[in-house]
């Protein structure tokens, strides 16, 4: 219901206000949006140790570094670049209206976050250990 509600919100945007649209539906959301599961992926071995330990079946190394993060490590630089690319060669406006716009999209995920946590709390379910198994059950 809440992605339905929020496929409504951005057409209702692109529909009454075009001049959000070229913000909405471009490669910089989508690039944007996939840095920091690249990162996480990177620091997973040291952040998360023994999940790692326990979940990755191929632990291979080069150079002492975990393939994972070789892999998240290359995929975050590629994806920072090409939202800097998209946002500079692709004479994206950056201005007011699309930082908001920015803002709104992005912000709107860390409320959904901040609201499913503080209500899994408030009901004393421990929501730190949800991954703390792969898959979560």
């Known amino acids: 219901m809440i992605i339905l509600a929020g496929a409504y919100l951005g057409?209702?945007?692109v529909a009454f206000a075009p001049q959000v649209g070229i913000v909405t539906t471009t490669f910089p959301i989508f690039t944007f949006g996939?840095?920091?599961p690249a990162l996480g992926a990177a620091a997973f071995p040291y952040l998360k140790h023994d999940l790692y330990?326990?979940?990755?079946?191929v632990k291979r190394k080069v150079a002492g570094i975990p393939i994972i993060t070789w892999l998240g490590g290359l995929a975050g630089i590629y994806l920072i670049f090409s939202t800097?690319?998209?946002i500079s060669v692709g004479n994206l406006p950056l201005n007011l209206q699309s930082g908001l716009t920015y803002l709104v999209i992005f912000g709107l995920g860390i409320v959904i976050y901040a609201v499913g946590y503080f209500n899994a709390k408030r009901k004393g379910i421990?929501?730190?250990?949800v991954f703390k198994q792969i898959p979560p059950e």
């Open 53 to 57: 330990e326990s979940s990755v079946i």
């Open 34 to 36: 996939f840095i920091i």
């Open 11 to 13: 057409s209702a945007l």
């Open 126 to 129: 421990p929501i730190e250990l």
């Open 84 to 86: 800097y690319l998209a």
